[in-house]
């Protein structure tokens, strides 16, 4: 392996000069982000049956799912400011361990608790793999372009698992327990587990900061990104007429204040809000936040459309939805084109701009066909496949060596925050305007005028969101030169 020396004379491995000569590296770090896509979406399948073997309400099932992500964007962020302290490489394996001990764990569970404590566990491991994989993947490499390769790379399989997830979950089940879609997870684990231990060096000193953890500012971190995961679903299952909905989100606000107060007040903060005020730190979460917002909150509403509007059936559905699917999957090999042709920071900004573009024609046009819902789902998909990568990796870009494990925990707490959003937005719009039950079997000539008024006004109120957190990371890309 060639080497260089550090300051004191200590052998430092020299970066890969290609994808090729990471191979073993990025086997593993694509392990990480196909559990983290394939993991929720091939359990949703499996909710009929587990509701059926283990006797869950209706409410249990939701936090089999929800438990999960609320657990996973909550400790992100405390996680990830631990791996920046003791080792990204370190915290990820104890994590990847983690995960094959939960996802094994399923096998002996006979209660719907149980599982969800599986759940739970298996965020904590999420957690403290998902935003080591990209701090790994941009440290791993020393040229931009390279670390944009590598991270379309990684995204492109946690995206195929996404796509097959679903139909792959529902082949298993025809001839085999659902507990086996669970313990996938740890020939996953073991993969990622040998590929990172074998092709990623240990952390150096000089690669991590010493400081003391900020326990309170921890707490308070945690607390208020879990208030603002689980408000959303309070708003789709309460409707804005309820009070617990509004009651957390007043919640959520105080402790984020008092987070605030706590990062600015602290000798060693959890999080150093200087940092995220750097002009690529802050347009890269802009840019990622609108593209989150606009993926969940579109495929909210056109998977309602598509079947209670249009009359589809779920398998149509499904194959109306494959329009972003293939860009999601294809649009990989555009990504490294783009930015070596206008440079990271145009393509973040011309890629969310995309997403805009997209949930604008949702809302204008969207009621009119499918044809106008089709190229809705291509514009947002295409803005979202780039400005996954590209923003990510300004984020990197602008964070000093030791402080990129929390950079990449912002990135992905703020794509779970404005994916609640998105939903809530939608789901709360539709909820106030459509009188009734809104799955019923048939709906009144008033209901579907109601409903496709929700649409129209959902879609825009996420274009109008949209397109300020676009704007607001275009003003601040805009102070940075281009590299």
């Known amino acids: 392996m ?60 939701q936090w089999v799912t929800g438990v999960y992500a609320v657990v996973f964007g909550g400790l992100m962020l405390a996680l990830a400011a631990l791996a920046d302290r003791v080792g ?53 490499f020393d040229d931009d372009g390279l670390r944009v390769r590598a991270t379309a790379l990684i995204s492109t399989v946690g995206l195929v698992g996404l796509a097959v997830g679903p139909v792959a979950g529902g082949f298993v089940l025809a001839f085999a327990p659902w507990q086996v879609l669970l313990l996938v997870n740890v020939p996953v684990a073991a993969l990622a587990f040998l590929g990172i231990r074998r092709g990623i060096p240990a952390d150096r000193a000089d690669e991590l900061h010493r400081d003391p953890v900020d326990a309170v500012g921890a707490v308070l971190g945690t607390a208020a990104i879990v208030l603002a995961l689980v408000t959303p679903t309070l708003f789709v299952d309460g409707g804005a007429g309820s009070p617990l909905p ?19 007040t602290a000798r060693h903060p959890l ?10 730190v802050s347009s890269g979460l802009a840019f990622k936040a609108a593209a989150s917002l606009a993926t969940a909150g579109l495929g909210y509403l056109v998977t309602l459309q598509l079947q209670l509007d249009l009359g589809w059936t779920p398998g149509q559905a499904a194959l109306g ?16 084109p783009l930015v070596t042709r206008v440079g990271l920071d145009k393509a973040a900004w011309l890629s ?59 990135v992905d707490t703020a794509g779970e925050v404005a ?42 109120a996420l274009t109008v969101v949209a397109a300020l957190l676009v704007g607001w990371g275009f003003l601040r890309a805009r102070r940075v030169p281009s590299p």
């Not at 509004?246 to 600015?264: I, M, N």
């Open 88 to 140: 990204r490489r370190k915290v990820m394996l104890v994590g990847l361990a983690l995960l094959a001990a939960a996802s094994l764990a399923t096998a002996f569970v006979t209660t719907v608790e149980q599982l969800i404590a599986v759940r739970a566990a298996m965020g904590v491991a999420a957690a403290m793999t998902t935003p080591g994989s990209l701090a790994l993947a941009f440290r791993l």
């Open 352 to 410: 969310a701009g995309a997403v805009v573009c997209g949930l604008a024609v949702y809302g204008l046009l969207g009621r009119l066909g499918y044809p106008w819902i089709a190229l809705a789902l291509v514009l947002v998909a295409a803005g979202m496949r780039v400005v996954g990568v590209v923003a990510g990796t300004n984020v990197m870009r602008g964070l000093p060596t030791g402080r990129t494990t929390v950079g990449a925990a912002l």
């Open 246 to 264: 509004w009651l957390t989100v007043a919640a959520a606000v105080v402790v984020a204040v008092l987070f605030v107060v706590r990062q600015r």
């Open 419 to 460: 994916t609640g959003l998105g939903v809530a937005v939608a789901g709360t719009i539709l909820a106030a305007l459509f009188t009734g039950e809104v799955a019923t079997a048939t709906w009144t000539a008033a209901q579907t005028a109601e409903f496709r008024q929700g649409v129209t006004l959902a879609g825009l």
């Open 2 to 61: 060639d080497v260089r020396r550090s300051g004191v004379d200590t052998p430092i491995p020299l970066p890969p000069r290609s994808l090729r000569e990471a191979r073993v590296a990025l086997a593993g770090l694509s392990a990480v982000f196909l559990f983290e896509m394939l993991d929720n979406s091939i359990l949703t399948v499996a909710l009929p049956s587990i509701g059926r073997e283990l006797s869950a309400s209706t409410t249990a099932l």
């Open 321 to 336: 939805m494959l329009p972003q699917v293939v860009v999601l999957i294809g649009g990989g090999a555009l990504i490294g």
């Open 271 to 280: 999080l150093d809000l200087a940092l995220v005020a750097r002009p690529l």
